[in-house]
């Protein structure tokens, strides 16, 4: 479990961030939706330690990441699986090799083991004949299935996603989609979704937050969103003819 | 640039380094690393040394014996003077402002292109010390290499004096062989070998610097990696004054 206690973030004059406070749940899809440029990929990074919140709390299991020290938040960051909006997956290394990467950092494992788990990971991710390619040969769906073989290789009890359907076509993210919504049960994770894809929400948003202006707007489950009175959300959800069609179809029945 | 920013950028420099001289993680995939950067960064750079240490060591022999057409100079002065040129200056500070501008723009620009597509962040996240990890074995794989790089460059700019100097006419084999044999000082080799592990710091930590706060996209990894050179060289060239006044005054 994670919990996010009253952050804030701001550069310079603008604030990105106004005290933020949400509990992101283990073995759930937990969202984070809103417009773009609110501050969703802003808190990411807060939480992950890429930049420092101005103040708050980011308490994973209990643990303050944002006070631990360097060796503490080095352990934390073992934990962490991130996939990154376009993959991050390291050019000079094969796919298999990028799987292993962390395994061989972290881990004693000796060489045919990291290769059985990056098959494992691979195969889990349906990529096993892509182990020899390099992410310049991949297509963005591939990459995205690689970068959470990498990921979960190495166990993680806290996966973040930022945008992971971003730049794909439908099909390809209702796989993706899926896949984090098996994997985040299957290992029983805390998961943290970035999107402000609708589709993903109604697909995975066991628990969601939405950002508006860099303030938590509303917070609720898929079923509810669908239900909400709340102006900036209803007009985020409804934000296309087809689905303003739907929910005045939903009011008139 | 202004005082204010040029304090900034030392003040961040040396935290950098600061990250960047830390115990590696793994000290296996360190030493895998440093061993690929000297093969990148050393080997991968001896054909360009090597052409320019060939055709320089000539040219320095023919302008020398361009000076020195007086009757009372002696013929062997031009390779006295060649060698001492080759090795005060054009062997370690020439090859190494070479050096600067082919591996420091490679540098950077890696380095830039990891950082802009969030490679450096993924490297971060997993609680990978990146700065540690991509830097360090670049610094050491260089400390180590360019040493050997420039003593390579100074037997090829003696030998190129010798085979061109000679071919051209402008020295005799045995004038050239005395002259260079004439009052040698093992100091000199040892001041240029000083000289050479400094810029071999220099190079790729600049370099790694402009590289690594690198932001925005492929238009500003060009504009870090073009930095990178100017900066490397011009630390470089701060630091060869130093060290020649230090070590030679």
Redesign the interface.
Known sequence: MIEVKNINKAFGEKHVLRDFSFVFERGKANLIIGESGTGKSVLTKCM???IAPESGEVLYDGVDFIKADYNA??????N?G?L???G????SMSVEDNVK??L???TNMGEKEKQERAMFCLERVNLPHASKLYPAELSGGMKKRVAIARAIAVKPKYL?CDEPNSGLDPKTSILIDELIKEITEEYNMTTIVITHDMNSVLEIGDKIAFLHKGVKAWEGTRYEILKTTTKEVSDFVYATKFLQAFRSRLENE | MNPAKLLYHVGRFWLLMMQVFRKP??PR?FWDRVFFEVNAIGIGSLGIVSIISVFMGAVITIQSAFGFESPWIPLYAVGLAARDSIILEFAPTIVSLILAGKVGSSIASEIG??RV???I??L?????NSANFLILPKIVASVFIFPFVVVISMFLGHLGGFVLGVAAGVVTPYEFVYGIQYDFRPYNVFYALIKTLFFGFIIPAVSSYHGYYAKGGSLEVGQASTRAVVYSIIVLLLFNFILTQLLLA
């Open positions: 992950v330690g890429l938040q080095k352990e934390i960051r073992r962490i991130m990154f909006q376009g991050a997956l390291f050019d990467f962390a061989s950092m972290f973040f | 993680d793994k995939i292109n990891m597509s969030e490679q962040d993924a971060d996240v997993m609680g990978v």
